[in-house]
Each structure stands twice: as C-alpha cells, then as structure tokens.
C-alpha cells in the first residue's frame, strides 16, 4: 500500500501590508472595530503580484527546500478562488512558472475549503500508486473580490499563499479525513458571478464582489464545523491529549475561540495569524501551517498530530487529521 506525507511547506506574502488605520483613511471603520469584531490588524495587499505569481513562489520555495527537480512533478493542484483567469487556470500558470513540464495541474475551488479539499484530493491521487509527488497551493489576491466601498467586508480579507509538497511514503500519515458540502445554502457567501449574456439569452448580471450574511457565516461555523471535528476526533477515538495543534481556517479570531470551547480542547492549541494576513480563504490554512514550522511548533519529523479544518463558501467544510 502506497500512503502520502506532507513533506515540506512554505508560504509567500505580498511585501505591502495595509493595518487598520490605513483603512480606517480611506473608509468609514476604526482599528478598535475590526480588532476586537474579528482580531485582525494588519492584512497583506498586491501592489503588482497575481495569484499565480504568490502561488509560483510557494512552490519554488517547495522545490527550493526539498531539492526536488522541477521535472519530478506529477501534479499541482491550485485551490483558490480568486484565479488569474478561468483559463488557463492559476495551475498550469505555475507550472509554466516553474518549469514542471511532466505535471498535470488544475485549480480546486472550494472557497475557504479549497486546500483542505486539495490535500484530501492530492493523497488520493497518491494513494492510486500512479503519482509520487504533488504541490498542493491555496493563493488568493482576495483584494481583486472585495467592494472596497464595502466596509462590512472589505476589512476581513487579504491575500498570500501557502502550500505543501506531498510525496508517497510506506507509512500512514493521514489518519481521517470529513468533507461536506451544503449548496443549498449557497447563497450566504458568494462571489464571481457570471450572468448569461449572448444574444440568445436573457441577460443577467455579473458580480464579481464578495457578498455575506456575517451572523449565519460565525454561526455555521461555530455550531457545525465544531460538531463535525468534535465527531472525527471521537470517530478515531482520539482524547483531546493525541491533537498537537488544531490549524483551523483564519476567517475570525472571535470564531476560534467560541469553536475551542465547543470543541472541547485549549485554547492555546489553535494557533491564530490571521491577526497579521486577516482571511487569506484557501491560503489561509497551508499559511499557518508553514508559519508554525518556521516557529519550531511543528518540527515536520512524523512525531506530531494535528487537525487541519478549513469552511466557508459552497457552503463547504473539511477536516484532515495528519501526522507530521
Ligand atoms: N467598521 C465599522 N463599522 C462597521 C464595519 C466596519 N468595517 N462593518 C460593519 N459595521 C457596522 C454595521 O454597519 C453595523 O452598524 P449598525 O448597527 O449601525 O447597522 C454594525 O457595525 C454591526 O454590524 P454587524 O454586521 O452586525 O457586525 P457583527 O458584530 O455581526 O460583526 C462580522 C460582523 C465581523 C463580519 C461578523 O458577523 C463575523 O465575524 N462573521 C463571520 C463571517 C466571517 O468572518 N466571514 C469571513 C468570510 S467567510 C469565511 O471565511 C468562513
């Protein structure tokens, strides 16, 4: 039986970052408000950089610090939302970037899911014994999906990368794994629409920008997505004692701390950034993760355990339990 391992991470930030008070210029908001609404101080912003580009130097990193050829590549799987274009997609762009000329590569869109969703794709593929090695990426350039106009959401985001390389390996890993989907309650988080517009059809509106319903977005997240850890944890009769850290999706610091308590597991075991990149969406998980190594929290030697969760658009949410 072929398994796969989370080899090496790392993670890439556009150089500007824009706190509080800089919005607070341009915009009706204070630093008191979305600090103690969401925890977030500061957030990075692209002055020239694209998804594809943050992207690219996450896995040149990659590449750079497991001395892996390009060439080796199987696949790289992108998970985001804000692509550069529909097509070619933000993958084959760091494909063509890097030069992983034998990879095929796609982007995964599963909102603030997207890399948990990734991960559980990328140790399939593994698993079937046909490929080896793998990136696996969250990027945004959530700048690019927020009115800016819209204090209720422009504050929340920012944009990064973050990502993994995932190689085979004879021993398991990846321990348990939860994913689900609810479209039916798609509409409280949307963006990027595309309306119909040939001369054939009834016209309907684009929309690029983010839309939310803030209270049923912290309440999905906090009932639901703590009842599903809480149950894949008792599911592989684990004791709060086996989890090292819980890497949950960056969206709220208020979140984590309501989700620790129902989940039942300290505090000081949910690592938080989000204060520094706000909510990266799909980068904001493979970010921390990469984050607490560089801290020596994780030291990347198969010792550890961690649950990493990611939600929100779709709606979707997901779950891994990796060792590390
Ligand atoms: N600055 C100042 N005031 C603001 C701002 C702002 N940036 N944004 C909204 N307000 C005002 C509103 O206009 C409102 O004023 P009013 O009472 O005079 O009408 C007041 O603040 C309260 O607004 P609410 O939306 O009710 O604020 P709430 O306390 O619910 O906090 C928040 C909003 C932080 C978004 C909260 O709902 C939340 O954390 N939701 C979770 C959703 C989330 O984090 N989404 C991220 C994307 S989804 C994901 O990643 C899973």
């Not at 990027?192 to 690029?208: A, C, T, V, Y």
């Amino acid at each position: 039986m072929v398994y796969s391992r989370i080899s090496h991470v790392a993670h890439y930030a556009p150089k500007q970052v824009v706190s509080n008070d800089d919005l607070a210029t341009i915009m009706d908001t204070s630093d008191d408000w979305i600090a103690s609404r969401t925890g977030i101080k500061n957030r990075h912003i692209s002055e020239n950089e694209t998804t594809s580009d943050l992207a690219s130097h996450v896995a040149a990193q990659l590449l750079f610090k497991s001395s892996v050829q390009a060439s080796e590549i199987d696949f790289i799987i992108v998970a985001t939302i804000t692509p550069d274009s529909m097509m070619p997609s933000t993958a084959t762009r760091v494909q063509a970037q890097i030069g992983a000329a034998n990879a095929f590569a796609f982007d995964l869109t599963a909102a603030c899911s997207g890399f948990i969703f990734a991960l559980a794709t990328a140790d399939k593929l593994i698993q079937s014994g046909l490929y080896r090695k793998g990136l696996v990426i969250g990027a945004e350039t959530f700048s690019k999906a927020v009115d800016w106009s819209d204090r209720s959401t422009a504050v929340l985001f920012g944009d990064g990368a973050g990502g993994v390389l995932i190689e085979a390996s004879d021993k398991r890993h990846f321990l348990a794994e939860s994913l689900h989907s609810d479209g039916s309650r798609g509409e409280s988080l949307t963006s990027g629409k595309i309306g119909l517009s040939s001369p054939f059809s009834q016209k309907s509106e684009n929309d690029p920008y983010v839309k939310m319903d803030g209270r049923a977005i912290f309440d999905f997240a906090v009932r639901e997505v703590s009842a599903n850890i809480k149950q894949l944890i008792t599911d592989i009769n684990f004791s709060s004692d086996d989890l090292d850290y819980l890497l949950l999706h960056q969206a709220n610091n208020r979140i984590l701390d309501k989700m620790a308590k129902k989940i039942g597991i300290s505090r000081e075991k949910f690592p938080a950034n989000m204060m520094e990149y706000g909510n990266t969406s799909a980068a904001s998980i493979p970010i921390l993760l990469s984050e607490c190594v560089d801290k020596g929290m994780l030291k990347m030697d198969g010792s550890q355990t961690i649950l990493l969760s990611g939600f929100g658009g779709g709606l979707t949410w997901g779950s891994l339990i990796v060792k590390i």
